[in-house]
């Protein structure tokens, strides 16, 4: 079945650790995505690539680093420097169509939730 | 700047219970509308694209429905594994990236 893996789906950060999430997808998609979700919150972006070896900032980047060697995989690193990352972190793709994206929808992996210890 | 508001934040009803939840939005140049439903512990799961003014779409007892400014989500007779939070996002022009609004907690009580 096609679909979005992310792991681990449980994650704990030591303080001043460097911590990867890894996400891969099989569906072939261009695009993908990885959002960050506080309880109470929307889901909010912080980084995406439309690409290999392209990506973008999104709104909440600082503290963050990604890479995109494969079409396959969009790993994250939440660095030292993220303060407060504690949050539960999803990872999505979304193909390009006919109309570029604006008809394709973003699918979601499952999620992994990071603690601090 | 894109905003997305949907409402109420919470929606608790009892089975079959029909009732509607609001996403509205503003804008500049809406290329989609998105609506995703989420478990607890789960990614979204994608449920319907809107694009204009008009348009409905319907999967069981869920019907989304988009205006100029907003689009609701009706859920009729609802079933206790209706229960989830609900996600609302729009797509604006030349952009690959959707603008997420903070979700409605749906609770179906048996």
């Known amino acids: 079945d096609g679909g979005i893996t992310q792991s681990p789906k449980y994650l704990f950060r030591k303080e001043g650790q460097n911590v990867t999430l890894s996400c891969e997808q099989n569906?072939?998609?261009?695009?993908m995505y990885w959002y960050r979700q506080d309880p109470g919150q929307g889901l909010r972006l912080i980084y995406y690539?439309?690409?290999?070896?392209?990506?973008q900032k999104g709104d909440i980047a600082e503290g963050y680093s990604v890479s995109r060697e494969k079409k396959e995989s969009f790993p994250l690193t939440v660095t030292s420097a993220q303060k407060n990352p504690t949050a539960f972190y999803l990872c999505?793709?979304?193909?390009?169509?006919?109309?570029?994206?604006?008809?394709?929808?973003?699918?979601f992996g499952d999620g992994t939730r990071l603690s601090i210890l | 700047e894109d905003q997305v508001t949907q409402s109420p934040e919470a929606l608790r009803l009892q089975e079959g219970e029909s009732s509607s939840l609001n996403c509205s939005y503003t804008v500049s140049g809406l290329r989609g509308l998105f609506w995703y439903r989420q478990d607890p512990g789960k990614g979204p799961e994608f449920l319907f694209t809107l694009y204009s003014a008009g348009e409905e779409k319907e999967k069981e007892r869920l019907k989304a429905t988009l205006t100029k400014k907003e689009s609701f989500l009706h859920i009729t007779a609802p079933k206790p594994e209706d229960s989830a939070t609900y996600l609302c996002?729009?797509?604006?022009?030349?952009?690959?990236?959707?603008?997420f609004g903070k979700g409605t907690m749906l609770l179906v009580s048996p």
């Open positions: 569906l072939n998609h261009d695009a």
């Open positions: 690539s439309q690409i290999v070896n392209d990506f």
């Open positions: 996002a729009v797509q604006t022009s030349g952009y690959s990236t959707l603008t």
């Open positions: 999505a793709s979304r193909a390009k169509g006919g109309l570029g994206y604006s008809n394709q929808p973003q699918h």
